[in-house]
């Protein structure tokens, strides 16, 4: 098991819908209900972007198989040999 894949994956359904958010949302105020809603494309817009969508898995293949082969080089150079 990958704890820190785990975690990633926990975190991005934490933040796709805070529990603030999500009360805000079914309070039934209006003016809350709004700004979770601009909160919430805020939120999504800053995800969405060039420099965050590895986030939410937008990053396209070519990306992550350059950003995979330059983490398995910088372990293979770094590693701690035992």
Do not use: M
């Given at each position: 098991m990958d704890v820190r894949n785990d975690?990633?994956?926990t975190a991005r359904q934490e933040f796709r819908c805070p529990t603030l958010l999500l009360r805000a949302k079914q309070s039934g105020d209006a003016a809350k209900?709004?700004?979770a809603r601009r909160v919430q494309a805020e939120l999504d817009?800053?995800?969405?972007?060039?420099?965050?969508?590895?986030f939410p898995g937008k990053m396209p293949q070519a990306e992550r198989d350059a950003r995979k082969k330059a983490a398995e080089g910088f372990r293979k150079r770094y590693a701690q040999h035992q």
């Open positions: 975690n990633i994956q209900v709004e700004a817009g800053v995800l969405n972007s060039e420099n965050h969508r590895w």
